[in-house]
């Protein structure tokens, strides 16, 4: 997913409706959001959608406490295959941490940057 800064623009611009969703977390709370392109992305992988998150910053699943081995990430990169041209037109402005490689549209891996180095899931991991 692709969290952009106005998710109205980017539905204007690819002409896909905004499609609500919401979900009550473990401890009572509800959180929800509105998305764009969900069903393209499920159709084509290498297509992330968009998500506007209208939850609390608190809230935000994101910020749930986790207990890992491993550090606390620093950063995320996903790894595709697809057309490049294609995802990045897709992608329009919006900044993402995206590498697209020539191939069958996949998500072909994902790199979770760490003060300790980097933690590599290939596809097989993800699924």
Known sequence: AVAPADVEAVAAR???????????????????????GLGIALEDPSRPFFIDWQTAAADHPGRSPANHR???????RLELSGDERAVRSWLGDEEAAIVVRPGAPAITGLVIETVTGAVVLEAADLR
């Open 14 to 36: 690819l002409r896909l409706p905004l499609v609500g969703g919401s979900r009550r977390r473990p401890d009572g709370r509800v959180v929800t959001w509105r998305t764009v």
């Open 70 to 76: 491993s550090p606390s990430p620093t950063g995320l």
